[in-house]
């Protein structure tokens, strides 16, 4: 069983190492519990910083390190879409590199996706550590989605989200389309979504990039 992990990056060179070190913990323990392997596919959306040369040297010191660079910053949706893509794991994760959300969350949807029979399982940000400038929208947009869509979901935006192979490989992510991932999972004929409340903690280094 292979597990790959898409983390979405732009200007975490700080956020990185650390993020790395907590998946690595994360992956030994479900290779001891479960018999899964892991890749890490970090997507450096054009960043300015050391990003892409924190990624070579992660890759350079674990083979089950893969990276994907852009030339320019193209949006959180085209480093999902291109990591998706490049995932080779029977099961597929998604999280932000910030370490908003734990590599601890993991296991859990891991679970849910395979003993449950989830197609998808998204995260739930009950308690949020973001400012009211940032909270607002979401839960309007979340409104919004979930009456237009027909999918109850209290966190559509969430970046932590569990999927089966066949899904990813059947939807493609455009646009701002990767808050509506489920819609287009539902659209595909995955009808099985699911969500769980993770635990969400303050950004460590840096401000909001996405």
């Known amino acids: 069983m ?41 997507v450096d959306d054009g960043s300015r910083d050391g990003t892409l040369r924190v990624a070579r040297e992660l890759h350079a010191q674990d083979d089950r390190v893969r990276y994907v660079s852009f030339s320019r910053n193209f949006g959180k949706e085209a480093g999902i879409y291109a990591g998706l893509k490049a995932a080779k794991g029977d099961y ?56 237009v869509t027909g999918i109850y979901l209290h966190d559509f935006n969430c970046g932590l989200k569990a999927y089966r192979n066949e899904v990813v490989k059947s939807i493609e992510v455009y646009g701002d389309m990767h808050r509506y991932i489920p819609y287009l999972a539902k659209s595909a004929g995955f009808s099985k979504i699911g969500e769980k409340v993770v635990h969400h903690q303050a950004r460590k280094y840096g401000v909001t990039k996405f």
């Open 2 to 42: 292979l597990i790959s992990l898409i983390v979405p990056c732009y200007n975490e060179e700080e956020a990185m190492p650390l993020f790395y070190k907590e998946a690595s913990r994360v992956a030994a323990e479900m290779k001891t519990s479960h018999g899964a392997d892991f890749e890490f596919i970090f």
């Open 92 to 147: 597929i994760a998604t999280m932000d590199a910030d370490l908003q959300d734990s590599p601890d969350e993991i296991p859990e949807l891991y679970r849910m996706v395979m003993e449950d029979g989830y197609d998808l399982v998204s995260g739930w940000k009950k308690k949020r550590y973001d400012p009211l400038s940032k909270t607002i929208p979401t839960k309007l947009f979340n409104a919004t989605a979930r009456k």
